[in-house]
């Protein structure tokens, strides 16, 4: 029978204020080689802050000396299913970095997340907002089966350096389709394909590898990408 990861020791739970609004947030200390490196991490539209897929994402950084705080949007906090409109999410995003600023002083901050989480980051971090790096998982390019919509037009204000992960087999990111979008982006950006992996990050058996696998290259790539920046 699965069981869901124990809270880490000395893991903190803030309530953090966002207008007249509060949601919950847990920052996650990293396990191994403590480096001051805090990824604050956020869940995708359907998913939410204690997720299976976010959790072990985080269980797999904090191996790798990464501290992670997980946070939810306000929809998910309040029980809905329906995300909130963009800047309601990235003003989530900009009031629990403030609260990570302000109790943890990170030496390096990283923002980013999953999917709708990761673009609503990297929205911010095209408008100027304070981060030493961008960490995107399954970036959605664009809708599933609409290569046409495409979610790009930010990319090229982005400054600070990016980490981006999809999986070959995502029906979110089309791999030529990003391939051509990151021609007019001028920041350094790593494009790190997974081979095999969907837009959850899982792979078939007939991939010859497990999920646990993919978890572990994307952990390894990430702590090699997040050292570089200290």
Same mark, same amino acid.
């Given at each position: 029978?699965?069981?869901?990861?124990?809270?880490? %020791?000395? %893991?903190?739970?803030?309530?953090?204020? $966002?207008?007249?609004?509060?949601?919950?947030?847990?920052?996650?200390?990293?396990?191994?080689?403590e480096q001051g490196?805090?990824?604050?991490?956020?869940?995708?539209?359907?998913?939410?802050? =204690?997720? +299976?897929?976010?959790?072990?994402?985080?269980?797999?950084?904090? %191996?790798?000396?990464?501290g992670v705080v +997980?946070?939810?949007?306000?929809?998910?906090?309040?029980? /809905?299913?329906?995300?909130?409109?963009?800047?309601?999410?990235?003003?989530? $995003? %900009?009031?629990? $970095?403030?609260? *990570?600023?302000?109790?943890? #002083?990170?030496?390096?901050?990283?923002?980013?997340? #999953?999917?709708?989480?990761? +673009?609503?980051? /990297?929205?911010?971090?095209?408008?100027?907002?304070?981060?030493?790096?961008?960490?995107?998982?399954?970036?959605?390019?664009?809708?599933?089966?609409?290569?046409?919509?495409? #979610?790009?037009?930010?990319? &090229?204000?982005?400054?600070?350096? *990016?980490?981006?992960? =999809?999986?070959? +087999?995502?029906?979110?990111?089309?791999?030529?389709?990003?391939?051509?979008?990151?021609?007019?982006?001028?920041?350094?950006?790593?494009?790190?394909? *997974?081979?095999?992996?969907?837009h959850s990050f899982?792979? &078939?058996?007939?991939?010859?590898?497990?999920?646990?696998?993919?978890?572990?290259?994307?952990?390894?790539?990430?702590?090699?990408?997040?050292?570089?920046?200290?």
């Open positions: 029978m699965n069981q869901e990861p124990t809270a880490p %020791s000395g %893991s903190v739970e803030w309530r953090v204020t $966002v207008g007249g609004e509060e949601t919950s947030a847990v920052f996650e200390p990293a396990e191994v080689d490196i805090v990824f604050v991490c956020a869940h995708g539209a359907g998913g939410s802050m =204690n997720d +299976r897929g976010l959790l072990q994402t985080a269980k797999a950084l904090r %191996s790798r000396g990464i +997980r946070f939810n949007f306000l929809y998910k906090e309040k029980g /809905s299913g329906r995300p909130d409109p963009m800047p309601s999410l990235k003003n989530v $995003v %900009s009031a629990v $970095v403030d609260r *990570v600023q302000k109790e943890l #002083r990170p030496k390096t901050l990283l923002i980013g997340g #999953r999917s709708m989480g990761g +673009r609503a980051a /990297s929205m911010l971090a095209a408008e100027g907002f304070g981060c030493d790096g961008l960490l995107l998982l399954a970036y959605p390019l664009h809708p599933p089966g609409q290569p046409e919509k495409l #979610r790009d037009a930010h990319l &090229p204000a982005i400054r600070v350096p *990016v980490l981006c992960f =999809n999986g070959t +087999r995502d029906p979110f990111c089309r791999k030529d389709l990003m391939e051509t979008a990151l021609k007019t982006v001028k920041t350094k950006w790593v494009m790190h394909w *997974v081979e095999g992996a969907d899982h792979v &078939p058996k007939s991939s010859g590898r497990t999920d646990g696998e993919v978890m572990i290259e994307i952990a390894n790539a990430a702590e090699a990408w997040a050292t570089r920046l200290k």
